[in-house]
């Protein structure tokens, strides 16, 4: 990989446009997979003295920008926190309008994400999902099965302690079975159990909104992973800060608990 920071003047972003700085920033090692807890909605309305959900829909219209954008960037996987399983404790009304997002965001963006070669996926407890929010996705999953650009993941009713006990559990299956002896349970095994079975590990977290935690998601997959936090309230979101995470992970020195060679 080129040594970004040899070059680069991080506080004017050596004075270039956004434009120019998408250009850039491909030429070096743009992330795999990037997971993003996108929080701030709630913040965003309030600011505006408008409901909660004000905040949700423009959040929803963020999910395109930053879709739309990081195909183009070539990055592989997206996987966005959508729904956690705790959020079923707010409000009736929100938990409905959140539940209704996935259809109006797919209701009317789905032709542009079949014609960008986006795949949809989905991962959760889909069991506690209103049929007509899974249906939406599941239409979405199918019309785009065969596209092979981005993989853009909802972590729609998703907690990774319940991800990581059921991995167990199906686990324990396994061996009681004898489809899997105890012995070969490394970690590449055990995450082949996980929902993500089918996705590389995060390369870069990102979280919005000044938080500074991981509120239960995808706790095994993102031991190695860089963080990246913004106070930037999710509706907020634009191309520039997408790009600016990705100038600091390309800025990174990843060792994966080992050494540089040159350490
Ligand atoms: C956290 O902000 C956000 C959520 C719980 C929902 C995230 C959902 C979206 C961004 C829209 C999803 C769109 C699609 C297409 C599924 P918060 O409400 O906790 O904000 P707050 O912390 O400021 O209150």
Not at 16 to 33: A, G, M, Q, T, Y
Not at 44 to 57: E, F, I, N, Q, Y
Not at 103 to 113: C, H, K, N, S
Not at 114 to 128: L, Q, S
């Amino acid at each position: 990989m080129l040594d970004k920071m040899k070059f680069w003047n991080k506080d004017n972003q050596n004075g270039l446009s956004i434009d120019e700085r998408l250009k850039e920033v491909v030429h070096f090692n743009i992330p795999n997979h990037i997971a993003i807890i996108m929080d701030g909605n709630g913040r965003w309305a309030k600011k505006r003295a408008l409901p909660r959900v004000a905040g949700h829909h423009e959040g929803m219209k963020t999910v395109r920008k930053i879709t739309k954008v990081a195909n183009q960037l070539g990055i592989k996987q997206l996987t966005l926190y959508a729904f956690s399983t705790e959020n079923w404790k707010r409000p009736k009304m929100e938990v409905e309008y959140l539940m209704k997002l996935p259809e109006e965001f797919l209701g009317t963006f789905l032709p542009e994400l079949v014609e960008e070669n986006v795949k949809v996926t989905m991962m959760g407890d889909e069991e506690a999902i209103p049929p007509h929010t899974k249906n939406a996705v599941y239409k979405a999953i199918e019309e785009t099965k065969e596209n092979d650009g981005l993989i853009l993941n909802f972590a729609l009713n998703y907690g990774s302690r319940a991800e990581i006990l059921d991995g167990v559990r199906h686990v324990l299956k396994d061996v009681q079975n004898g489809i899997l002896n105890e012995k070969e349970l490394t970690e590449e095994v055990f995450s082949k159990y996980l929902m993500t079975k089918d996705f590389c590990d995060p390369d870069l977290l990102i979280r919005t909104s000044g938080e500074i935690r991981l509120s239960n998601f995808m706790l095994w997959q993102l031991a190695y992973t860089e963080f990246w936090f913004t106070d930037v309230l999710w509706p907020d979101f634009s191309e520039e800060h997408l790009v600016e995470a990705i100038e600091a992970f390309q800025g990174r020195s990843r060792r994966f608990g080992g050494l540089k060679s040159e350490e």
